[in-house]
């Protein structure tokens, strides 16, 4: 079956513009996941989605960012007035039950954001 | 607070042989889980190997298995008769069982396999 889906792959925006990047998960995943990996890092965990709820937001840096999971399925991250260090590759990973033991993360390919 | 910790920033290992990357994590939750990923030049993370907090036996898949000592909260990742394919990123993560249910990854390291 298919896997996690992000798009876009690449997305270059000015200092100050909005963007939006959007997930779509392996079907039948109730949780979701948004991380931020900068060049050489580990990925940085930025929220999660249990459903449809924001189930543990405290990995967002501050308010210009926001996500949402309007029907439990696709996830859109979105980041307003973006400055030069909101540069990074923006990663979503889902599984099926987040309550599992052996839940596994399953990651999508990556949003690379570049902001000049 | 959870914590991840990797040592190794960069190995070489010769194709054939085996090699061990290093993992340590902190946590006071008793119930937790330890994952290992590998990274490759085209950027996705792909799953390698589980080990629960309270699995008796260190977790094998395949060419992997995982050195879990947990009285020293280490979870080192063996990889026998290397390729060259292996050559990646590897990050170790763990995601504690009560509470928030977030992973936290270690900063990596990056392993090339010598023809």
């Known amino acids: 079956g298919a896997g996690v889906s992000q798009t876009p792959s690449n997305k270059v925006t000015e200092k100050g513009k909005y963007v939006e990047l959007r997930c779509d998960p392996i079907s039948g995943h109730t949780a979701l996941y948004w991380y931020r990996q900068s060049l050489g890092q580990g990925p940085e965990f930025l929220i999660y989605f249990q459903g449809t709820g924001a189930a543990d937001d405290s990995g967002l840096p501050n308010d210009r960012f926001f996500a949402v999971r309007p029907e439990g399925s696709v996830s859109t991250l979105k980041i307003q007035r973006t400055e030069r260090g909101d540069s990074a590759v923006y990663l979503c990973?889902?599984?099926?039950?987040?309550?599992?033991?052996?839940?596994?993360?399953?990651f999508g390919p990556g949003t690379r954001l570049t902001v000049l | 607070a959870q914590k991840i910790t990797q040592t190794q920033p960069g190995m070489f290992v010769q194709e054939k042989e085996a090699v061990t990357l290093d993992c340590t994590y902190d946590t006071s939750d008793q119930s937790y889980g330890l994952f290992w990923y590998k990274q490759p030049s085209s950027g996705e993370m792909i799953f390698l190997i589980y080990q629960g907090s309270y699995d008796e036996q260190n977790a094998t898949e395949g060419r992997y298995s995982l050195n879990f000592q947990k009285a020293r909260k280490s979870a080192n990742l063996v990889i026998s008769a290397s390729q060259l394919g292996d050559s990646a990123m590897y990050f170790c993560a763990m995601r504690e069982n009560s509470g928030t249910y977030k992973y936290i990854f270690g900063t990596g390291t990056r392993l090339k396999v010598l023809a």
């Open positions: 990973a889902s599984s099926l039950n987040i309550a599992g033991g052996s839940d596994t993360q399953y």
